[in-house]
Nanobody, 123 residues
Framework: QVELVESGGGLVQAGDSLRLSCAAS????????MGWFRQAPGKEREFVAA????????HYADSVSGRFIISRDNAKYMVYLQMNSLNPEDTAVYYC????????????????WGQGTQVTVSS
């Protein structure tokens, strides 16, 4: 079973940047698509970004495309989310999860959800 721990969240101002990290443990990290999701207060969890095992394929939600960059370091079992030009609408708890090849934005295919890391963007 994949165990994932997110970190790097915090309180920032609009226009700032943050880099989130996701540390994975367990042999099932290998070969997995990794995804970032977020959940704002009173809203359902939504897809943010996903990256294939080899890192060659990435997919972003329209709301973050051009501002966020997902990356991974398989040797370190790490996944990252570089978030630029943050705005108050990005305020949420951010989660990473592991999914099968091609999982993309389909959250029901993912597993190993961590506790999340809070990102708060003030205007």
């Amino acid at each position: 079973q994949v165990e994932l721990v997110e970190s790097g969240g915090g309180l920032v101002q609009a226009g700032d940047s943050l880099r989130l990290s996701c540390a994975a443990s367990g042999r099932t990290f290998s070969g997995k698509t990794m995804g970032w999701f977020r959940q704002a207060p009173g809203k359902e969890r939504e897809f943010v970004a996903a990256i294939s095992w080899g890192g060659t394929n990435t997919h972003y939600a329209d709301s973050v495309s051009g501002r966020f960059i997902i990356s991974r370091d398989n040797a370190k079992y790490m996944v990252y989310l570089q978030m630029n030009s943050l705005n108050p609408e990005d305020t949420a708890v951010y989660y990473c999860a592991a999914g099968p090849k091609g999982a993309s934005s389909r959250s029901w295919l993912y597993e190993g959800w961590g506790q999340g890391t809070q990102v708060t963007v003030s205007s």
